[in-house]
């Protein structure tokens, strides 16, 4: 059975830090382009960064361009979204997402077949 799960999420001062992991069970991350996406309250969900499957490239929203760091551990099939200087606006839940036809990300919603549960970051004082 194909599962990600998210964990990481959490209450956090404007400034912090936070990484986020996405674990993959029953395929092997490596083989797909991951995106990471967030939805806050009100609001439609959005793309944040994606890394790619064939050439390991990323890509990442204008928001967090330079603030937030994808990257993969395939040994641990796990894709973990590290977050620094995280201001109240990154408030949102956070899904990961698997895209199992195309090797190169895209940070388009329906690309992606299989997503996780969730998991809330809150920047807040």
């Known amino acids: 059975q194909v599962q990600l799960v998210e964990s990481g999420g959490g209450l956090v001062q404007p400034g912090g830090s936070l990484r986020l992991s996405c674990a993959a069970s029953?395929?092997?991350?490596?083989?797909?382009?991951i995106g990471w996406f967030r939805q806050a309250p009100g609001k439609e969900r959005e793309g944040v960064s994606c890394?790619?499957?064939?050439?390991?490239?990323?890509y990442y929203a204008d928001s967090v361009k330079g603030r937030f760091t994808i990257s993969r551990d395939n040994a641990k099939n796990t894709v973990y979204l590290q977050m620094n200087s995280l201001k109240p606006e990154d408030t949102a839940v956070y899904y990961c997402?698997?895209?199992?036809?195309?090797?190169?990300?895209?940070?388009?919603?329906?690309?992606?077949?299989?997503w996780g549960q969730g998991t809330q970051v809150t920047v807040s004082s």
């Open positions: 997402s698997a895209d199992v036809y195309q090797p190169m990300c895209v940070m388009t919603i329906s690309a992606y077949e299989y």
């Open positions: 890394i790619s499957s064939s050439d390991g490239s990323t």
């Open positions: 029953g395929f092997t991350l490596d083989y797909y382009a």
